[in-house]
């Protein structure tokens, strides 16, 4: 295997970096206070529009696509888009900055693989312009729905429309004041084969029926603009033209969109451990305890190596995952896939806390990003699939690698 980055992708993130520290590193706690202010809830940053343009302007827009789309992306591969995620995701909220953001990331892929061209004309070009962001929603709050079989809401034919019922929750994104559209998972036959009942249909946020009954807080944080939602959906009615790929491809669809998605979030979550790792190793040349820095406790610098090399072996696993991807498919590295959604978010976790516990009460509050970070970083143990439903479809995988049936 070779993980030696392509000229494209070391240009961009030399170009990313210095975009950061230019432009974003100086405005990071003025974003931050604005947002925890309770009078800003689901308001935007006014600085935004601005850095977006910028970002444009820098050819840093869309490079998540991993493939081009005309001149509104530069054609990335998954390895070689690995390296800006990571970088990104050292600033929670950065990523929007670059049109790299979920979930319009995933929906964005959904459209460019799944959307007819008028779906496509509607909705994709306007995301791809960052003109509107977008919502997902498939996870219901009465069902188990870490699998995603068990979703009840129904989409049911009526002429020429769907009708649309059920309650979702943990709705990325549709907090948002530019919130434009969803993509909605639900049953348009209840009766069929267990994995083709569901369909993905596309319901603009102002369609009547559609209601955000409540924002969702993690851990306290808001996650504001784009938040999560609970929302009703009361005999929505959209038109049947607005149904993704066909009646019962739901589920196809909805494989095709995590695999892509998966490295994106673990690649942030190595990027917000490596930044924790420098924040704790930068304190302990600060800090004099019992007469002595800490950086000379052999307990501090055992904590500080440790955390190195679960960070590089995580980002050398991720990186053989988008590797896969790209040469193979992600049907093909779905083990991978999997492994990688159970180990980051466990190793970013770790190193993390050791960081906060290094940096003692600055540690747990406001003025550096490491609750922020943890709290993002638990939750990830959940979206996109929990641990345990990875580790029993990952168990089952390589057991049956083994075994002669």
Not at 328 to 357: C, F, H, S, W, Y
């Amino acid at each position: 295997m070779n993980f030696d980055y392509s000229d494209k992708s070391i240009a961009l993130q030399e170009k990313l970096k210095d975009f950061l520290e230019t432009y974003v590193h100086p405005i990071e706690k003025e974003v931050e206070l604005f947002h925890q202010n309770p009078e800003n809830s689901w308001k935007r940053w006014p600085g935004m529009e601005a850095l977006k343009q910028k970002a444009k302007n820098a050819g840093l827009w869309n490079v998540f696509l991993p493939s081009a789309y005309g001149e509104l992306s530069p054609g990335l591969s998954n390895l070689e888009y690995a390296p800006l995620a990571e970088i990104m995701g050292r600033i929670i909220w950065s990523s929007e900055i670059f049109n790299c953001s979920p979930p319009d990331t995933g929906n964005m892929e959904v459209l460019a693989k799944y959307g007819n061209p008028d779906q496509q004309d509607k909705w994709l070009k306007p995301l791809l312009n960052g003109e509107i962001r977008s919502a997902f929603l498939m996870t219901e709050p009465d069902v188990a729905s870490s699998d995603a079989t068990n979703i009840e809401t129904s989409i049911i034919s009526d002429g020429n429309d769907y009708v649309i019922n059920g309650r979702k929750w943990w709705s990325s994104g549709a907090m948002d004041p530019n919130c434009k559209i969803a993509i909605v998972m639900g049953k348009t036959n209840f009766d069929a084969p267990r994995h083709v009942q569901q369909s993905m249909v596309l319901v603009p946020m102002d369609t009547p029926g559609l209601k955000i009954e409540r924002a969702l807080s993690v851990f306290g944080y808001t996650d504001s603009p784009e938040g999560h939602a609970e929302i009703i959906l009361d005999n929505v009615r959209v038109p049947k033209s607005n149904l993704l790929l066909g009646e019962g491809r739901g589920f196809e669809i909805a494989q095709g969109r995590l695999g892509p998605g998966r490295i994106h979030h673990c690649m942030r979550l190595i990027g917000m451990a490596q930044r924790s790792l420098e924040i704790m190793s930068k304190r302990t040349v600060q800090r004099k305890p019992f007469g002595r820095t800490l950086d000379t406790f052999s307990s501090i610098r055992q904590d500080i190596a440790l955390s190195a090399c679960e960070i590089e072996q995580t980002r050398l696993l991720v990186l053989s995952a988008a590797d896969k991807m790209d040469k193979v498919g992600n049907k093909e590295a779905k083990d991978l896939i999997a492994m990688i959604k159970i180990v980051t978010p466990q190793m970013a976790l770790r190193v993390i806390d050791r960081a906060i516990q290094i940096l003692g009460g600055k540690g747990v509050g406001s003025d550096t990003p490491l609750a922020h970070f943890y709290a993002a970083a638990r939750t990830l143990r959940l979206a996109d699939g929990p641990d345990e439903v990875h580790m029993s479809q990952l168990g089952k995988s390589t057991i049956n690698k083994y075994v002669k049936k």
